[in-house]
């Protein structure tokens, strides 16, 4: 079985212990100092004749520019769009300006950047059925890899299937390079993984969900690594940097290997999620993904805490949920999320995860399997200072009040976190249990 990424990269798909045959279409990660440079040679190799180079003002000057050189001098015909905007947001508007922009004589996409404009280039060729790649600026996320894009649709924070770039091209003298904001970010996206692993066993055992043991390794093992170079990321270490780089792709990857973003993401991200999807109706802050979800992990890691206290009571939990008011909680995400919580509001009437009936079943299983969930949150979720002090290795926010979010959208976030999507996570755990307030008040204050 392989163990490196390039391993991985290499066979292309594998049948697994899973039973099932995991692939990915990603064809080559190349991470070295001067890897801007193979870009020409790469374009013929993968059958481009025209390249379309997507960015935005920031990455066009940290390697746009210099990539659309590279192509000039090597006699490649090339369009390029770079957004303008100061603050590009992953919308309709941002992929409707891709689209009109493009060249359709172009037969090559090369987004140039990372979060955002790498989830537009693969909506964009997704769409248009060009072959991808993306020069990465940053080692900021775990998106380059997956074979979805993060995006906010109609004010809802959505997953949209795109495509995998065949190539990821990681300049480390670039990435070296990226601002201090951006390398705490990749940070943050890793450690996120300790929660998502934890809640995709949890929701194995309890839903049925299917999990992998391979996979959920592979995403381990990439976590152990970044958190052990974390000191060297602010020294810009290119080894370090290449870790967090290296594991970032391994996460992608193990979203595609697994058909769903269970490996990468949980209640953590959603608490992130959620502070976006209020940037976007009220204006209020929001900081990197990155960063919200390293701030979010530890919220995560804290819940968890208070949950592995817990004793289920049936008759409590049963009560709660007989109390529980829909209608009046839909009107509580309006007045929280704006014009978003509409979509959560219709998903939830096809999900029912509020059904009584199924709710009871659920509890039923909680009880007998108790002491098994407590096993999966000793084994996966570690302490919280062992997380706390790789973020402060380098120096990024721990604390939602760092990057301006109020106690009262640190307490929100967190109480409708679960309504986001159809993904059991620790929160509607906690919902299940009847606990949901009860451990808002203990972590936040009422």
């Given at each position: 079985?392989?163990?490196?990424?390039?391993?991985?990269?290499?066979?292309?798909?594998?049948?697994?212990?899973?039973?099932?045959?995991?692939?990915?279409?990603?064809?080559?990660?190349?991470?070295?100092?001067?890897?801007?440079?193979?870009?020409?040679?790469?374009?013929?190799?993968?059958?481009?004749?025209?390249?379309?180079?997507?960015?935005?003002?920031?990455?066009?000057?940290?390697?746009?520019?210099?990539?659309?050189?590279?192509?000039?001098?090597?006699?490649?015909?090339?369009?390029?769009?770079?957004?303008?905007?100061?603050?590009?947001?992953?919308?309709?508007?941002?992929?409707?300006?891709?689209?009109?922009?493009?060249?359709?004589?172009?037969?090559?996409?090369?987004?140039?950047?990372?979060?955002?404009?790498?989830?537009?280039?693969?909506?964009?060729?997704?769409?248009?059925?060009?072959?991808?790649?993306?020069?990465?600026?940053?080692?900021?996320?775990?998106?380059?890899?997956?074979?979805?894009?993060?995006?906010?649709?109609?004010?809802?924070?959505?997953?949209?299937?795109?495509?995998?770039?065949?190539?990821?091209?990681?300049?480390?003298?670039?990435?070296?390079?990226?601002?201090?904001?951006?390398?705490?970010?990749?940070?943050?996206?890793?450690?996120?993984?300790?929660?998502?692993?934890?809640?995709?066993?949890?929701?194995?055992?309890l839903i049925g969900e299917e999990y992998c043991p391979t996979i959920a390794q592979m995403v381990r093992d990439a976590v152990h690594k970044c958190v052990t170079n974390a000191d060297g990321l602010m020294r810009r270490e290119?080894?370090?940097?290449?870790?967090?780089?290296?594991?970032?792709?391994?996460?992608?990857?193990?979203?595609?290997?697994?058909?769903?973003?269970?490996?990468?993401?949980?209640?953590?991200?959603?608490?992130?999620?959620?502070?976006?999807?209020?940037?976007?109706?009220?204006?209020?802050?929001?900081?990197?993904?990155?960063?919200?979800?390293?701030?979010?992990?530890?919220?995560?890691?804290?819940?968890?805490?208070?949950?592995?206290?817990?004793?289920?009571?049936?008759?409590?939990?049963?009560?709660?949920?007989?109390?529980?008011?829909?209608?009046?909680?839909?009107?509580?995400?309006?007045?929280?999320?704006?014009?978003?919580?509409?979509?959560?509001?219709?998903?939830?009437?096809?999900?029912?995860?509020?059904?009584?009936?199924?709710?009871?079943?659920?509890?039923?299983?909680?009880?007998?399997?108790?002491?098994?969930?407590?096993?999966?949150?000793?084994?996966?979720?570690?302490?919280?200072?062992?997380?706390?002090?790789?973020?402060?290795?380098?120096?990024?926010?721990?604390?939602?009040?760092?990057?301006?979010?109020?106690?009262?959208?640190?307490?929100?976030?967190?109480?409708?976190?679960?309504?986001?999507?159809?993904?059991?996570?620790?929160?509607?755990?906690?919902?299940?249990?009847?606990?949901?307030?009860?451990?808002?008040?203990?972590?936040?204050?009422?």
């Amino acid at each position: 079985m392989a163990n490196t990424i390039y391993d991985y990269i290499q066979a292309g798909s594998f049948t697994c212990d899973c039973g099932k045959t995991h692939s990915s279409t990603l064809k080559e990660l190349i991470v070295e100092k001067g890897a801007l440079n193979r870009i020409p040679q790469l374009v013929k190799e993968y059958g481009g004749h025209k390249v379309f180079v997507l960015s935005d003002m920031n990455t066009r000057a940290a390697a746009g520019a210099a990539v659309c050189d590279l192509l000039q001098k090597s006699g490649i015909p090339f369009s390029c769009y770079t957004f303008h905007q100061e603050h590009l947001e992953p919308d309709e508007l941002a992929v409707g300006a891709a689209v009109m922009h493009f060249d359709p004589t172009c037969d090559l996409i090369l987004g140039v950047g990372s979060g955002v404009i790498n989830d537009i280039g693969k909506i964009l060729a997704n769409l248009t059925g060009k072959t991808y790649m993306i020069a990465a600026t940053a080692p900021s996320m775990d998106g380059y890899a997956s074979a979805t894009s993060s995006m906010a649709r109609s004010g809802l924070k959505v997953s949209l299937n795109s495509c995998c770039p065949a190539v990821i091209i990681g300049d480390l003298d670039v990435l070296c390079a990226a601002p201090v904001k951006m390398l705490q970010s990749g940070l943050g996206d890793m450690v996120a993984k300790y929660v998502s692993i934890c809640e995709w066993r949890i929701a194995n055992l309890l839903i049925g969900e299917e999990y992998c043991p391979t996979i959920a390794q592979m995403v381990r093992d990439a976590v152990h690594k970044c958190v052990t170079n974390a000191d060297g990321l602010m020294r810009r270490e290119p080894e370090a940097v290449a870790a967090v780089m290296e594991g970032l792709v391994i996460t992608g990857i193990a979203m595609s290997y697994a058909g769903m973003s269970r490996p990468a993401s949980g209640m953590e991200h959603y608490f992130s999620h959620i502070w976006d999807m209020r940037g976007l109706a009220f204006g209020t802050a929001v900081d990197t993904h990155g960063i919200q979800c390293g701030i979010g992990t530890l919220m995560g890691i804290r819940t968890y805490e208070q949950i592995r206290k817990l004793t289920p009571n049936k008759e409590k939990a049963l009560a709660y949920v007989n109390a529980f008011d829909a209608e009046a909680w839909n009107d509580t995400l309006r007045q929280f999320l704006g014009g978003g919580a509409e979509a959560m509001i219709q998903n939830e009437r096809k999900e029912g995860k509020y059904d009584k009936a199924k709710h009871a079943a659920r509890l039923d299983l909680i009880i007998e399997k108790w002491e098994d969930i407590l096993q999966i949150i000793d084994q996966e979720i570690p302490a919280l200072d062992f997380v706390l002090n790789a973020l402060i290795a380098v120096d990024a926010p721990t604390l939602p009040s760092e990057i301006g979010i109020r106690d009262e959208e640190v307490r929100g976030a967190f109480l409708t976190a679960k309504d986001i999507r159809d993904k059991y996570v620790g929160t509607r755990l906690l919902w299940d249990l009847g606990c949901l307030e009860e451990v808002a008040d203990q972590l936040f204050g009422k």
